[in-house]
Structure formats: structure tokens, C-alpha cells
Nanobody, 122 residues
Framework: QVQLVESGGGLVQPGGSLRLSCAAS????????IGWFRQAPGKEREGVSC????????YFADSVKGRFTVSRDNAKNTVYLQMNSLKPEDTAVYYC???????????????WGQGTQVTVSS
């Protein structure tokens, strides 16, 4: 069964950090770029980051640039989103999605995870 599973979400205080993981099963991530998306209640889904299959290309939305990093360990079939200096406005459900390239266009994503909740609050 092909699936992506996110983990690592939770409740964190402003200024804190979390690392999200996106693990694949049923297929290898070696040939896929991974995008990270988030959706807060009442807001549109936002593409926040992506990484190419080789890891050579990354992208970050302006809203997270300088605070988030993305990496991958193809041996573990897993991609990570390190989130530092978290702000209340980062609160959302975070999703990972696989596509052919580093892309934050949801229409280009083939597989999606179920999402993990990130809440930034004091």
C-alpha cells in the first residue's frame, strides 16, 4: 500500500522548534520530490517548502524562510521539515506530498500524507 505518513507535530511555545517527518511506505522516495504544505482553519492551503529527489534543490515560502529547513534521508525513505523560531501563525495542519520535482503546486502532487497538527501557543 502506497502511503506517506507525517509525524512530529504537537504543541510548542512561541520561539520553540519541532521536526516533522514524512515517511514513505509502499514506494521509494528516491525518485520523488517532496513538498510540505500547511492549512490553518479558514485559510487556503499554503505550500511552505519542497526538496528535490536528490536534495540539491529546495524552496521555502517567504513566511518561513530563515526559520525552516528541509532535508531528506533516502536510505530511511524519509523527508524532514525542521521548524525553528515558531510563531503562532505557523499553527496549522502540515502535510507532505510527493511529486516528480521540488514543487509546492498541489496539482502536481501524486501522493499525500494524512497531515499532522502543529500548534504554536503559550
Amino acid at each position: 500500500q502506497v502511503q506517506l505518513v507525517e509525524s512530529g507535530g504537537g504543541l510548542v511555545q512561541p520561539g520553540g522548534s519541532l521536526r516533522l517527518s514524512c515517511a514513505a511506505s509502499g514506494f521509494t522516495l528516491d525518485y520523488y520530490g517532496i513538498g510540505w504544505f500547511r492549512q490553518a482553519p479558514g485559510k487556503e492551503r499554503e505550500g511552505v517548502s519542497c526538496i528535490s529527489s536528490s536534495g540539491d534543490t529546495t524552496y521555502f515560502a517567504d513566511s518561513v524562510k530563515g526559520r525552516f529547513t528541509v532535508s531528506r534521508d533516502n536510505a530511511k525513505n524519509t523527508v524532514y521539515l525542521q521548524m525553528n523560531s515558531l510563531k503562532p501563525e505557523d499553527t496549522a495542519v502540515y502535510y507532505c506530498a510527493a511529486s516528480r520535482f521540488c514543487s509546492v503546486n498541489p496539482n502536481l502532487s501524486r501522493y499525500w500524507g494524512q497531515g499532522t497538527q502543529v500548534t504554536v501557543s503559550s
